[in-house]
T-cell receptor, first 109, second 115 residues
Framework: GQNIDQPTEMTATEGAIVQINCTYQ??????LFWYQQHAGEAPTFLSY??LDGLEEKGRFSSFLSRSKGYSYLLLKELQMKDSASYLC??????????WGAGTKLIIKP | ETGVTQSPTHLIKTRGQQVTLRCSSQ?????VSWYQQALGQGPQFIFQ???????GRGNFPPRFSGLQFPNYSSELNVNALELDDSALYLC??????????????FGDGTRLSIL
């Protein structure tokens, strides 16, 4: 079966750095997306990785290791507005998006 | 640039009824994907339409059906509604399917409640 694992919930402090991990076991791999979803809202695109390495985009960075089936999303200089769920999604061999259950990130002052 | 719009925003139905949800894709996008998202869970892939043809389907029964129109808008139809169908239904549009670096852009969803 296909499986994507993320921690259910994480807590961090405003101004700090947090790393959200994602491990996957899918039938094939054609890229990995990270999305942010605030409660009651639609997911919004954060990053895309298809090659190994780190992609940096402002305060957010995403890392991929295909050999390990592993990715992480790194959020720096945390702000209260970063409180949201972060979803990891893998494009499988059928070019379908397989989604993790999401990590709820709680930011404390 | 017009984003993805979904209607209705909220809907209440009873078991056994039928429902149609609608989605207008973002300008320039030819692919629409539908997802079911239960509370506290990630989206579950229902199916995808690319240039008016079904382009992949998830593990949902045949009572979930859809179509895409020439303007790339789309409908999701669910027959014989069950209590477990209560969820947020998300529509996402993109360019030329999935598997490239083009992200999916989501609408705000339709919250469906089955009584």
């Amino acid at each position: 079966g296909q499986n994507i694992d993320q921690p259910t919930e994480m807590t961090a402090t405003e101004g700090a750095i947090v790393q959200i991990n994602c491990t996957y076991q899918t039938s094939g791999f054609n890229g990995l997306f990270w999305y942010q979803q605030h409660a009651g809202e639609a997911p919004t695109f954060l990053s895309y990785n298809v090659l190994d390495g780190l992609e940096e985009k402002g305060r957010f960075s995403s890392f991929l290791s295909r050999s390990k089936g592993y990715s992480y999303l790194l959020l720096k200089e945390l702000q209260m507005k970063d409180s949201a769920s972060y979803l990891c999604a893998v494009v499988d061999s059928n070019y379908q998006l397989i989604w993790g259950a999401g990590t709820k990130l709680i930011i404390k002052p | 640039e017009t984003g993805v719009t979904q209607s209705p925003t909220h809907l209440i139905k009873t078991r056994g009824q039928q429902v149609t949800l609608r989605c207008s894709s973002q300008s320039g996008h030819n692919t629409v994907s539908w997802y079911q998202q239960a509370l506290g869970q990630g989206p579950q892939f229902i199916f995808q339409y690319y240039r008016e043809e079904e382009n992949g389907r998830g593990n949902f029964p045949p009572r979930f059906s859809g179509l895409q129109f020439p303007n790339y808008s789309s409908e999701l139809n669910v027959n014989a509604l069950e209590l477990d169908d209560s969820a947020l239904y998300l529509c996402a549009s993109s360019i030329d399917g999935t598997g490239n670096n083009q992200p999916q852009h989501f609408g705000d969803g339709t919250r469906l409640s089955i009584l």
